[in-house]
């Protein structure tokens, strides 16, 4: 009952604090020097997965600029062209002159608004599409396959069954680039290695997700690892006294993990926000596509933690190096699918391009469960 | 195979839980649509207190009650002020998903006690766990199914053997009559709506605190909604829920486990046998159309004494 009383005396203070905010944001408008950003989320900010990813970045971001740049946002936002546009008019009506759209499904709606000529003083910046026009919409992305090929190594040289479980969730580019870097990664180390993949057919489904890694460790797997939301599969291994390589952030703190957890490939957005968020402030902004790499710090493979071998640290520590300064290439032929048709050619590399135009098919030694791949 | 059945009866506990108590709830007359909103209650308040007692029993009274008092809204607007069923079971719903993810924000991603998870780990029934296949499946999960299986048996006694279950189908077969006769129609209808309210918290509780044992939002996707189709399938028999929901259950995660038992068939595919099954029995059972699989015979009708 006490904390009842509490938590209404607290909820009372925190709305005028809100609203003491409110006056003072009116103050600072007056100034106009103020670069005001506003993000749409799809998730709720503490998803222990992809939005609050995103939102690590925007906090880091603010940090960084402190006084000069405000950033609002708005969580849980539905991937529709009404709630996204209603968004991100919102975000401009308080003042916004950036918006950054953090889901993929935000693109198309955002890219209209961006050329009706409406919002030609506004900014637009958009989380893993291709859009791009002359004037103020940009996207960025990640070479996500480097820090997969990384984990895969470690998965590889981690296993004594030979068997990686991979939640996944739907079947499209992004995904299967993931699942062959993580398959080429564990195979250059360990060619015997076989990669089990289950698609969820969801971002999010929390019990979904652990089903899937319980049926993959129920196989023999005994290193799991996602392209999916939730923590569920890691939980899972946990479970059954097996290896996780999560996604997105590093989970290594969570309770029950302890045991488990080996490292995660993640985002550091904040590295291309701090920098674009420069060049809007000095003018010199161009619309981009932005590939951020591990050199770039962009991505990068979360610290490993005490589960994984002093073997497999050396190695990855090694790879890591040759992938920043670029000597390894990660999709370099030849690569044959898991049908035996050649994906790379021998002899050639893949840039950004054809690494998004060919994997559409599992490399070999990575097979679907429930998909005709 | 035996590990994939295993799994399913995980997967079975939050529909059955949800199946059994909107069959009470229909069983004294409210179609009450609200079951998805009542297990996300259900869930929140029962992974809140566990997290913050560590105590399990007390979780489960706790879901129990968050379940209770949602339907205890939904009696208090459709029994007392005779407003529609459908309109205030839907409402339950939206108001139970904003109602967890408020009650839940602060707690994402944390996770069930140490303690509270091994007290829902797996114990083996002597004896009976001991028969091959079935008994690997059944008798080797955790106490929590094992509450299932009691409820079930429980409420085929209580509907099917005893006076006041004789009295409660009265009320939902014809209220007027049951009235006349002299039951306490309004009393029956908010005790059987609470109770069956409770259980739909119990089925959410199952997901929160034992399928995934840390908080994540919206953990119940949908399950509400396939009890609610359960009931019918069931025709309101306990026993024939417990049956159906296992069936759901396992269609539910066969997808994701197919890989284990060598099949390969497009989770798309697989997606659909859930809806296909359910429209295959509704069409059997309408063609049988028995007595015991039609539904109450004042179901979702409201009642006015003066109106006799």
Known sequence: MKKRVLVLLLAFAMVFAFSACGEKKADTDDKDEVLKIGFIYIGSINDKGYTETQHNGTVALQEHFADEVECLWEENIEESTQAVQDSATRLIDNGCTVIVGTSYGFGTPLFEMANSGDYDDVTFLHFSGSDINDTNFGNYFGAMEEPRFLSGVIAGLQTTSNKLGYVAAFDNMEVNIGINAFTLGARSVNPDAQVIVTYTKSWYDPSGEKSAAEALLAQGCDVITQHADTSGPQLAAADAKKFAIGYNLDNSGLEGLEDAYLTAPVWHHDAYLISVVETIKDGTWKPESYYGTMADGYISLAPLTKNVTDEAKAKVEALEKEIKDGTLKIFVGPIKDNQGNVMVEEGETLDRAGIWEVNGVLVEGATATNSGK | ?308
Not at chain 2, 48 to 76: D, K, Q
Not at chain 2, 201 to 225: C, F, H, K, N
Request: hydrophobic share 50%; with cysteine.
């Open chain 2, 1 to 308: 195979m035996i590990d994939f059945l295993t799994a399913a009866v995980v997967a079975t506990m939050p529909l059955l839980f949800a199946t059994l108590g909107e069959i009470l709830t229909e069983k004294s007359g409210s179609l009450n649509l609200g079951v998805e909103g009542m297990m996300l209650m259900g869930a929140v308040f029962g992974f809140s207190t566990v997290y913050n007692t560590g105590n399990p029993f007390l979780a489960l009274c706790a879901a129990f009650l968050a379940g209770a008092v949602g339907a205890f809204i939904f009696a208090l607007i459709t029994v007392t002020f005779q407003g529609n069923q459908v309109v205030t079971g839907l409402t339950l719903t939206i108001f139970g998903a904003g109602f967890s993810r408020f009650v839940g924000d602060h707690m994402i991603g944390s996770s069930v006690p140490r303690a509270a998870q091994d007290f829902f780990g797996k114990v083996k029934i002597p004896l009976l766990g001991d028969i091959p296949f079935v008994g690997q499946i059944f008798f080797r999960q955790d106490v929590f199914v094992y509450l299932g299986y009691i409820m079930v048996a429980v409420l085929s006694v209580y509907i099917y053997k005893t006076r006041p279950g004789l009295n409660m189908k009265a009320v939902g077969e014809n209220t007027a009559a049951a009235d006349a006769s002299g039951i306490p129609v309004n009393l029956y209808k908010y005790l059987h709506i609470v109770a069956g309210g409770g259980l739909c918290g119990l089925g959410g509780a199952y997901l929160g605190i034992v399928s995934v044992p840390m908080w994540q939002e919206d953990v119940v996707t949908g399950r509400g909604w396939i009890a609610v189709a359960l009931v019918i399938l069931a025709g309101w028999n306990p026993i024939k829920a417990l049956v159906g929901s296992f069936v759901f259950g396992a269609l539910s995660i066969l997808g994701l486990w197919q890989g284990s038992m060598g099949i390969h068939i497009s989770q798309d595919i697989v997606n659909m046998f859930p809806y296909l099954a359910t429209i295959l029995i509704v069409i059997i059972s309408t063609h049988k159309n028995r007595k015991e699989d039609r539904p109450p015979g004042n179901l979702s009708d409201p009642y006015f004494r003066e109106e006799r």
